[in-house]
T-cell receptor, first 113, second 114 residues
Framework: DAGVTQSPTHLIKTRGQHVTLRCSPISGHKSVSWYQQVLGQGPQFIFQYYEKEERGRGNFPDRFSARQFPNYSSELNVNALLLGDSALYLC????????????FGSGTQLSVL | DAKTTQPPSMDCAEGRAANLPCNHSTISGNEYVYWYRQIHSQGPQYIIHGLKNNETNEMASLIITEDRKSSTLILPHATLRDTAVYYCIVRVARSGGSNYKLTFGKGTLLTVNP
């Protein structure tokens, strides 16, 4: 079975632009979470969606938004990019609302110049 | 979620046991201890979790002290592929239907040397 897939793997943007990152969960998984990981730090929680509804939001500005589609795939959108948004963006999926069996993708490396 | 404290780095010889400590002195009675690891350029990988009793699976063993204020992750025979950042996370298993985020610290960089 395919794991969590994220696209693109790498992305370069300039300040002020917007970006859309995509995630496909493991087949059958209905929950998707997004995390931001800056260099040298652990991942930081951004959003969690379950059954297409937002169930959790981390301490990130409104420039960050996300959604989950009927097929449980998800998009993370970031508007008005700042240099500090440069990071590895990780998507994780699970069968239900539990941290056991939280499966992460390899992430999208975003560089903002 | 309770805060955890881990050493920033550790070394281990290949083939030897790696013992990674974690302090969580403010852990609550309904909070579990979870371990994840992150190999370079990959997403975090779940390893093991426990509440009170020691746990073992195909990857590792988890030893939790009786007072639950600390734990140790044991990799019985470390290999070079076990070189990674190991995260100890403490939280409730289910959060009542909303927001069950994982709170990662900086973790412990385990380097397995040949």
């Amino acid at each position: 079975d395919a794991g969590v897939t994220q696209s693109p793997t790498h992305l370069i943007k300039t300040r002020g632009q917007h970006v859309t990152l995509r995630c496909s969960p493991i087949s059958g998984h209905k929950s998707v979470s997004w995390y931001q990981q800056v260099l040298g730090q652990g991942p930081q929680f951004i959003f969690q969606y379950y059954e297409k509804e937002e169930r959790g939001r981390g301490n990130f500005p409104d420039r960050f938004s996300a959604r989950q589609f009927p097929n449980y795939s998800s998009e993370l959108n970031v508007n008005a990019l700042l240099l500090g948004d440069s990071a590895l963006y990780l998507c994780a999926s699970s069968l239900e609302q539990t941290v056991v069996g939280l499966f992460f993708g390899s992430g999208t490396q975003l560089s903002v110049l | 979620d309770a805060k955890t404290t881990q050493p920033p780095s550790m070394d281990c010889a290949e083939g030897r046991a790696a013992n990674l400590p974690c302090n969580h002195s403010t852990i609550s009675g309904n909070e579990y201890v979870y371990w994840y690891r992150q190999i370079h350029s990959q997403g975090p990988q779940y390893i093991i979790h426990g509440l009170k009793n020691n746990e073992t699976n195909e990857m590792a063993s988890l030893i939790i002290t009786e007072d639950r204020k600390s734990s140790t992750l044991i990799l019985p025979h470390a290999t070079l592929r076990d070189t990674a950042v190991y995260y100890c996370i403490v939280r409730v298993a289910r959060s009542g239907g909303s927001n069950y985020k994982l709170t990662f610290g900086k973790g412990t960089l385990l380097t397995v040397n040949p």
